[in-house]
Protein backbone atom coordinates (compact mmCIF):
# COMPACT_ATOMS: atom_id res chain seq x y z
CA UNK A 1 0.00 0.00 0.00
CA UNK A 2 1.24 3.19 -1.23
CA UNK A 3 -0.14 7.44 0.24
CA UNK A 4 0.33 8.96 -3.27
CA UNK A 5 0.57 12.69 -2.54
CA UNK A 6 0.19 15.16 -5.27
CA UNK A 7 1.40 18.77 -4.92
CA UNK A 8 -0.80 21.33 -5.64
CA UNK A 9 1.58 24.15 -4.58
CA UNK A 10 4.87 23.87 -5.04
CA UNK A 11 5.69 25.01 -1.16
CA UNK A 12 3.26 22.35 0.21
CA UNK A 13 4.93 19.89 2.51
CA UNK A 14 4.90 16.10 2.61
CA UNK A 15 2.84 14.79 5.62
CA UNK A 16 5.07 12.92 7.70
CA UNK A 17 5.26 10.76 10.31
CA UNK A 18 7.30 12.31 13.33
CA UNK A 19 8.65 9.08 14.83
CA UNK A 20 8.41 5.46 13.81
CA UNK A 21 5.60 4.75 15.82
CA UNK A 22 3.54 7.62 15.17
CA UNK A 23 0.02 6.61 13.77
CA UNK A 24 -0.14 9.66 11.91
CA UNK A 25 1.60 11.73 9.37
CA UNK A 26 1.72 15.50 10.39
CA UNK A 27 -0.14 17.84 7.90
CA UNK A 28 1.47 21.35 7.22
CA UNK A 29 -0.44 24.50 6.42
CA UNK A 30 0.50 25.55 3.05
CA UNK A 31 -0.23 29.50 3.39
CA UNK A 32 0.92 32.40 1.19
CA UNK A 33 0.51 35.10 4.44
CA UNK A 34 -0.48 33.89 7.95
CA UNK A 35 -4.16 33.30 9.07
CA UNK A 36 -5.51 34.36 12.22
CA UNK A 37 -7.80 31.95 13.67
CA UNK A 38 -9.48 34.60 16.15
CA UNK A 39 -11.29 33.29 19.57
CA UNK A 40 -14.41 31.08 18.62
CA UNK A 41 -13.75 31.19 15.11
CA UNK A 42 -13.38 28.49 12.41
CA UNK A 43 -11.21 28.80 9.61
CA UNK A 44 -10.30 26.72 6.70
CA UNK A 45 -6.77 25.94 6.18
CA UNK A 46 -5.41 24.71 2.39
CA UNK A 47 -2.74 22.23 2.56
CA UNK A 48 -1.73 22.34 -0.92
CA UNK A 49 -1.78 18.53 -1.88
CA UNK A 50 -3.94 15.81 -2.83
CA UNK A 51 -3.98 12.46 -1.67
CA UNK A 52 -4.60 8.82 -2.75
CA UNK A 53 -4.54 5.36 -1.09
CA UNK A 54 -3.08 3.36 -3.44
CA UNK A 55 -3.24 -0.33 -2.88
CA UNK A 56 -6.33 -1.16 -1.26
CA UNK A 57 -10.14 0.89 -1.20
CA UNK A 58 -10.81 -0.71 2.31
CA UNK A 59 -9.16 1.81 4.04
CA UNK A 60 -10.02 6.07 4.95
CA UNK A 61 -7.96 8.99 5.37
CA UNK A 62 -8.92 10.54 8.88
CA UNK A 63 -7.95 13.69 9.78
CA UNK A 64 -7.65 14.32 13.60
CA UNK A 65 -6.59 17.14 15.45
CA UNK A 66 -2.54 16.96 16.80
CA UNK A 67 -2.53 16.98 20.76
CA UNK A 68 -0.42 19.98 21.20
CA UNK A 69 -2.45 22.26 19.83
CA UNK A 70 -5.88 20.85 21.07
CA UNK A 71 -4.79 20.49 24.65
CA UNK A 72 -2.90 23.40 25.18
CA UNK A 73 -4.24 25.73 22.99
CA UNK A 74 -7.70 24.85 21.78
CA UNK A 75 -7.50 24.78 18.16
CA UNK A 76 -8.82 21.26 16.36
CA UNK A 77 -10.63 19.92 13.58
CA UNK A 78 -14.44 21.83 13.61
CA UNK A 79 -15.77 18.33 12.62
CA UNK A 80 -13.65 16.97 15.43
CA UNK A 81 -12.50 13.92 12.80
CA UNK A 82 -12.73 14.95 8.82
CA UNK A 83 -13.06 12.18 6.82
CA UNK A 84 -10.88 12.05 3.32
CA UNK A 85 -13.72 9.55 1.16
CA UNK A 86 -10.95 7.14 -0.99
CA UNK A 87 -12.79 8.82 -3.75
CA UNK A 88 -11.74 12.36 -3.28
CA UNK A 89 -9.07 14.15 -5.01
CA UNK A 90 -9.49 17.10 -4.67
CA UNK A 91 -6.46 19.50 -2.22
CA UNK A 92 -6.55 18.48 1.68
CA UNK A 93 -8.23 21.26 3.85
CA UNK A 94 -8.36 21.21 7.69
CA UNK A 95 -10.97 22.78 8.75
CA UNK A 96 -9.77 24.50 12.34
CA UNK A 97 -12.13 25.90 15.19
CA UNK A 98 -10.72 27.72 18.05
CA UNK A 99 -11.64 26.87 21.23
CA UNK A 100 -9.88 29.40 23.78
CA UNK A 101 -10.20 32.64 24.70
CA UNK A 102 -7.01 33.99 22.07
CA UNK A 103 -6.63 34.34 18.63
CA UNK A 104 -4.10 32.16 17.10
CA UNK A 105 -2.14 32.94 14.15
CA UNK A 106 -0.75 30.41 11.71
CA UNK A 107 2.00 30.28 9.92
CA UNK A 108 2.95 28.71 6.39
CA UNK A 109 4.28 25.24 7.52
CA UNK A 110 2.99 24.70 10.78
CA UNK A 111 2.05 21.85 11.74
CA UNK A 112 -1.93 22.09 12.45
CA UNK A 113 -3.28 18.22 12.14
CA UNK A 114 -2.60 14.76 11.46
CA UNK A 115 -3.89 12.04 8.46
CA UNK A 116 -4.77 8.46 10.21
CA UNK A 117 -4.69 5.75 7.68
CA UNK A 118 -7.70 3.16 9.10
CA UNK A 119 -9.96 0.49 7.68
CA UNK A 120 -13.38 0.46 6.82
CA UNK A 121 -15.77 -1.93 6.89
CA UNK A 122 -19.17 -1.67 4.78
CA UNK A 123 -21.14 -4.10 5.66
CA UNK A 124 -25.20 -4.85 3.49
CA UNK A 125 -27.62 -3.11 5.23
CA UNK A 126 -30.62 -5.50 6.63
CA UNK A 127 -33.64 -4.11 8.34
CA UNK A 128 -33.92 -6.40 11.70
CA UNK A 129 -37.11 -6.81 13.80
CA UNK A 130 -35.21 -7.91 16.44
CA UNK A 131 -31.45 -7.70 17.49
CA UNK A 132 -29.62 -10.05 19.79
CA UNK A 133 -29.78 -10.13 23.73
CA UNK A 134 -26.70 -8.52 25.77
CA UNK A 135 -26.24 -8.18 29.29
CA UNK A 136 -26.52 -4.25 28.83
CA UNK A 137 -29.72 -4.17 26.34
CA UNK A 138 -30.55 -0.75 25.99
CA UNK A 139 -28.87 0.86 28.62
CA UNK A 140 -27.68 4.19 27.57
CA UNK A 141 -25.17 7.05 28.95
CA UNK A 142 -23.69 5.79 32.29
CA UNK A 143 -25.44 2.52 32.31
CA UNK A 144 -21.99 0.88 32.98
CA UNK A 145 -21.37 2.93 35.83
CA UNK A 146 -18.70 5.76 36.81
Known amino acids: MKLLVKKLNDKA ?24 V ?3 ETKKIPIGISLELEG ?25 VGVVDWD ?3 EIVVVLHNHSKNDYTINHGDRIAQLVI ?6 EVEEATELSDTERGAGGFGSTGK
Not at 16 to 33: I, K, M, P, V, W
Open 118 to 123: TPIFTP
Open 38 to 40: KAG
Open 56 to 80: TKEAVLLIHARSSLACKLGLAPANC
Open 13 to 36: TMPQRQTEYSAGYDLCACLDEPVT
Open 88 to 90: YRG
